[in-house]
């Protein structure tokens, strides 16, 4: 079990909801997105977002805020609304300043090999979310957890977002889920960049966010510890990620749908 401020993920515990914007676009509604999701999940719940998108599709894809204000809107959001909060980081440097805001460090899936930034984000003592690469075998980010514990740190999640299938298109192996277990860390399974077509969309990534659901069904009864969506509520309007994107209006239902099943998975 992994804790994080006062939510427990893993070792048995509710099944915990990782959730927000794909990327920060105003300090307004970065609180309300906030303060929705967090009455919405009514439950363990971390709160999502990037200060910078730093692996957009095209030069002029929208980053966010950056690093400075970014990271004082985070500050902002978990303290006013009350709730852990996780953030990309993309260098050492960025993962210490972070660290002194955030509860969460996330290592973005391109990013899952670099050594010095796993051994930076592991140093402050932080949770750190490793998402695997859509290029790794499942095993392979045993390697990943490995660079973390040389620092000591032991505080680690482990995310599945899909992989590499052909052009421009991602496929989930659900057993991925099983083996990433097997690192002994808390696994937590990301519905809705699993649904990405990589560059699909021009300059910027597609995908079929209808598709969303399905996943994340299956991955809970597959047997996860927290389901990440990226969410929005008007995904249309979105400046990042819009054809994944998950509905804000729609988010009570799944959840009601996938802790069913998370009920009996855990009594099984």
């Known amino acids: ?32 997105l906030a303060e929705a999701l967090r009455d919405a999940v009514g439950g363990p719940f971390l709160f ?20 400075v204000e970014g990271l004082r809107i985070l500050e902002r959001v978990g303290r ?13 440097d960025e993962a210490r300043a972070a660290a002194e805001v955030v509860d969460v460090l996330q290592i973005p899936a391109f990013l899952c090999r ?42 680690i999640l482990l995310t599945e977002r899909g992989t590499s299938f052909g ?11 099983v083996i990433l ?33 399905f996943l994340a069904r299956a991955a809970v009864a597959v047997g996860i510890d927290a389901l990440f969506l990226e969410v929005h509520e008007r995904p249309e309007a979105s400046p990042s990620d819009r054809a994944v994107i998950f509905p804000l209006s729609e988010l009570p239902g799944l959840l009601a749908q996938v802790r069913k099943l998370h ?6």
Do not use: W
């Open 48 to 67: 999502k977002a990037s200060y910078d998108k730093a692996n957009r599709t095209s030069v002029n894809g929208f980053r966010g805020p950056g690093l």
């Open 263 to 268: 009920g009996g998975v855990r009594g099984a």
């Open 167 to 177: 052009h421009h298109d991602l496929v989930v192996d659900f057993r991925s889920l």
């Open 80 to 92: 006013e609304v009350g709730v852990p909060v996780l953030t990309d980081v993309h260098s050492p």
């Open 1 to 32: 079990m992994i804790r994080v401020r006062d939510v427990a993920v893993g070792g048995g515990a509710p099944l915990c909801v990782v959730a927000g914007p794909c990327v920060l676009e105003a300090e307004d509604h970065a609180l309300f």
């Open 181 to 213: 277990r097997d690192t002994g860390y808390p696994v937590v399974f990301d519905a809705t960049h699993s649904v990405q077509r990589p560059g699909g969309g021009g300059g910027e990534s597609g995908g079929d966010r209808r598709f969303v659901p």
């Open 114 to 155: 670099q050594t010095d930034l796993l051994v930076a984000a592991g140093a402050t003592g932080r949770v750190v979310n490793l998402k695997k690469g859509q290029f790794l075998a499942p095993d392979d980010m045993r390697h990943a957890v490995a660079k973390v514990e040389s620092t000591g740190n032991r505080r």
